[in-house]
C-alpha cells in the first residue's frame, strides 16, 4: 500500500485504525513485471520494494499488532528470467533443467518470431508452466512454501492452482507448510465450484468469487450483465434460481457456501482481478453499503481490496490497480463508505456469532433473510430489494 515494503510498514496505523486484522499482498518477489506475477528468484525480495532485512521488519511490525501477513506465492509458471529456464535457453537440449519445463522441441524459442515451442500460462511466452510431474520441480516448489513461512508470513494464497491439476502435490505443500506452522492460513485462487479443495488435505480456503457473483448480480444485474465488466475467470452458478430476486438469491449463496466442506472461505466483492467495486456499483451507493453489510454478515473470512474501503474507483485490470490515493485519503475518509466500513468491520470482530455461527437464507416476504445463530442465539440481516437492510 505504501509502494514498497518500508511503506506499508508506515501506514500500519491507517490499516489498524480501519480494523484489518491481516494483511495478503500480492507477489513481492523479484520479477519482470510491475504485477510480480512473472518470478524471477522466488527467495529474494524485488529491490524496487525492498529487501531482505525491510521485510523482517515487516513481518516483526505486523506481528507486534497481533496481525497476519499473507503472500502470493505463483507456483504454476515463472519468467524467462528464472534461473532453471534461463540454462535451458543457453544449453537447450544439454541443460539440466530441460525437464523442469514443457519443452516441445529445441531450440527453444521464447521470443519470437512464432509462436512459443513449449506450455506457458495462457500460451504467454513469458510465462512459462512448470512441469510439476518432475520430482525436482515438486521439491523445490515446496521448498519455496517452506522457506517464507520459517521467515515469518502466516500463510500463502496460491495463484491459479486449479492449473496444477495434482492433488498429491498441494497435499504435500499442505503438509510441509503445515510442519513448520500448523497455523498457516493456505488460500486457493479457485473461481469454480471449490468442494474438491476443500476436504481437509489441501487448502484451508479458497477465494469465494461464487459469493461475490451471487452478491453483485442480485444488486447490480445490469452492470454484472455487460461481458466488458467481467473477469476471464467469472464462474457461473448454475440451477433453478426461483421466480423472485430473493428466491434467486438464495438458491446462489447456497451454492457459494456448500454445506460439507471444509475450511473457512475468503469472501470478497473485489480483487486486482475485478473492476473496482464502487465501479460495478455506482448506480447506488446505498446498495453499495448494503453489499458490505451482505459480506461482513456472511460466514467465512472477509476481505478488502486496498481502497475500496474508501470508495477507490477502477475499470477492468490495469485500471482497477491504481496507486493507492494517499495524498487524499484524509479527504476520502470523510466520506460516509470509511466510517461504515469501519463499523461493519468492528461489529465482525466483536460478535462471536458472526465469527462462528451457522448460517441459512430465506425470503421473506418481498425481501430476504440472512440468519447467523450460535448457542440459541440468532442473528438477522433482513434486505430489501431498494437496497435498504437492517440487522436485528
Known sequence: MGGNLRGIVERLDYIQELGANALYLCPIFASTSNHRYHTNDYFRIDPLLGNAREFDRLVDAVHARGMKLILDGVFNHCSRG????????????????????HIDSFPVNAYGPGPANYRCWWNIPALPKFNTRNAHVREFLWSVGEYWVRRGIDGWRLDVPNEIDDDSFWREFRTRVKNVNPEAYILGEIWEEPSRWLQGDQFDAVMNYPARRAILETL?????????????????????????????FCVKLRQAFPERSFGTLFN?????????????????????VQAWAMLFFLPGSPCVFAGDELGQEGGKDPDNRRCFPWKDVDELKAKPIWAQMRALIQQRKESAILKHGSFGCEVDGVDVRLWRELDGQRLNLLLHSDGRWEMT
Open 268 to 288: 470478497l466483492l473485489g480483487s486486482h482481478d475485478n473492476m473496482r467495486f464502487a465501479t460495478l456499483g455506482a448506480q447506488s451507493a446505498q446498495k453499495q
Open 220 to 248: 447490480f444485474p445490469e452492470a454484472m450483465s455487460r461481458p466488458d465488466n467481467l473477469s476471464s475467470g467469472e464462474p457461473k452458478l448454475n440451477g433453478d434460481l426461483g421466480t423472485t430476486w430473493g428466491e434467486a
Open 82 to 101: 528464472f534461473y532453471a529456464f534461463n540454462s535451458v535457453l543457453e544449453c537447450g537440449e544439454q541443460s539440466p533443467f530441460r525437464d523442469w519445463f
